[in-house]
């Protein structure tokens, strides 16, 4: 069964703190990875990693992939309250479906 | 920008009542998706749809049906909603890229 694990659940972190999101994933027909992250409302692209070893960063958040291990993570340096969401990793199959795990919420307090 | 756009952003329903969620795209999609999403169990797929007519099951469709008459637009139907089917909907589409778009949700409460 494709499954897709986020840890940890839930992350309360200062202004200005550094955090690593983890994602593992055992998908068949395995595409890519995908991160999102939902405020309020619709969850919004992030990144897509295909290779591995490749970090992938938009301004204070990076990821990257290792597809011999079957995870990914995401860092956020130098956080802020405006981080503050959940984030999705999903995995891509090549039938075009996404899995998604459970999330990790994270909260920037200031 | 792709646009999904969700009908509803708020519903209250009674147990047993017939139930449509709307989305549209606008942007030629072939792909769309029907999720869920519940604390502690993340997004789970329902039904989703890679053509007009065409349609196959996701993780859990019990208790759902969906329509895709037109391209730009994908139904989600409960066709006796209950208790349970109180949750976030999502409807997603993208074009066999792997990243989705995603509308902004629908919050279902069955009563």
């Known amino acids: 069964e494709d499954k897709v694990v986020q840890s940890p659940l839930s992350l309360v972190v200062h202004e200005g703190d550094t955090v690593t999101l983890n994602c593992s994933y055992e998908?068949?027909?395995?595409?890519?990875l995908l991160w999102y992250k939902q405020e309020k409302k619709a969850p919004t692209f992030l990144f897509m990693l295909?290779?591995?070893?490749i970090e992938k960063k938009s301004g204070r958040l990076s990821s990257i992939l290792d597809k011999k291990e079957l995870f990914s993570i995401l860092n956020i340096t130098a956080t802020q309250t405006g981080d503050s969401a959940i984030y999705l990793c999903?995995?891509?199959?090549?039938?075009?479906?996404?899995?998604f795990g459970t999330g990790t919420r994270l909260q920037v307090f200031p | 920008d792709v646009k999904v756009t969700q009908s509803s952003r708020y519903l209250v329903k009674r147990t047993g009542e017939k139930v449509f969620l709307e989305c549209v795209q606008d942007m030629d999609h072939e792909n769309m998706f029907w999720y869920r999403q519940d604390p502690g169990l993340g997004l789970r797929l329902i039904y989703f749809?890679?053509?007009?007519?065409?349609?196959e099951k996701g993780d859990i469709p019990e208790g759902y049906s969906v329509s895709r008459e037109k391209k730009e637009r994908f139904s989600l139907i409960l066709e006796s909603a209950s208790t349970n089917q109180t949750s976030m909907y999502l409807c997603a589409s993208d074009g066999g890229e792997p990243e989705a778009f995603f509308g902004q949700g629908t919050r279902l409460t069955v009563v």
């Open positions: 998908v068949t027909n395995f595409r890519s």
């Open positions: 749809s890679y053509d007009v007519k065409m349609k």
């Open positions: 999903a995995g891509s199959l090549n039938t075009d479906k996404l899995i």
């Open positions: 295909t290779s591995s070893g």
